[in-house]
């Protein structure tokens, strides 16, 4: 079985998607971090993200890269976003999520296109969602937790211009495929979030 969990950044779909993977016992794969890696190595190169050959020279980025803690980071994530519009980039970065996709005994992967480009044939597509006011303030309390000083303007608006790269790109942008079931998480708790996904799956499948 392939699912494919879709939606913005801070929408709860990766919290998600790692429940469905515990769940149903299935092989995760978080196609934002490939994208990371990519933002994180122009940075280490020098490079600028906004240039589609520096871009793609940073593809070939080295699998320990996977493990840096700097990806998970905020800055990153707009490095990622930024790289992630040149169809270059997309293309390179196809092979290994789609082998992923299809190995024996399926997988979940989660992301921004896997529903309409990498696995437009997964058997359970989501598409995860929840305001800008909600993603904000989610996002707000775990840097708060993390101890890193930002205001929740700063992240809404750090969030509205994700949205707007990710939504506005003209390759794989982000949208939800039209088979797939629409969940806004917000105003369900994180647990209520993962058990109406649960029933989505086992439902669609
Ligand atoms: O899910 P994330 O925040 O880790 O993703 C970081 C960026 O990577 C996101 O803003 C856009 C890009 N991305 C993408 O274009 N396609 C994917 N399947 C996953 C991420």
Redesign the pocket.
């Known amino acids: 079985m392939i699912i494919a969990v879709d939606g913005p ?1 801070a929408s709860g779909k ?1 919290t998600i998607a790692s429940a469905l993977a515990a769940h149903f016992e299935l092989p995760l794969l ?4 490939l ?2 890696a990519v933002g994180r190595q122009v940075f280490l190169d020098g490079g600028d993200p906004d240039d589609a050959g520096d871009a793609l020279a940073a593809c070939s980025f080295p699998d320990s890269l996977l493990n840096d803690p700097h990806l998970r980071t905020e800055e990153t ?1 707009g490095l ?2 930024r790289v ?1 519009v040149h169809p270059g980039v997309r293309q390179a970065l196809f092979d290994r999520q789609r082998a992923f996709a299809t190995q024996p005994g399926g997988a979940v992967l989660d ?4 529903g309409t480009v ?1 696995a437009p044939d997964a058997d359970v597509k989501l598409f995860i969602t929840a305001s800008v006011d909600a993603r904000a303030e989610r996002r707000w309390k775990e840097m708060q937790a993390r101890g890193v000083a930002t205001t929740l303007d700063d992240i809404a608006l750090d969030i509205r211009r ?1 949205d707007e ?2 939504m506005g790109r003209k390759d ?1 942008p982000l949208v939800a495929a039209p088979d797939a079931l629409v969940i806004d998480t917000s105003d369900l708790s994180r647990d209520d979030a993962i058990a109406a996904a649960i029933d989505a799956v086992k439902i669609g499948s």
Do not use: K
């Open positions: 950044t990766g978080d196609t934002g971090l994208y990371r994530g990622a976003s992630s992301g921004r296109d896997i990498i994700r790269r990710d794989a």
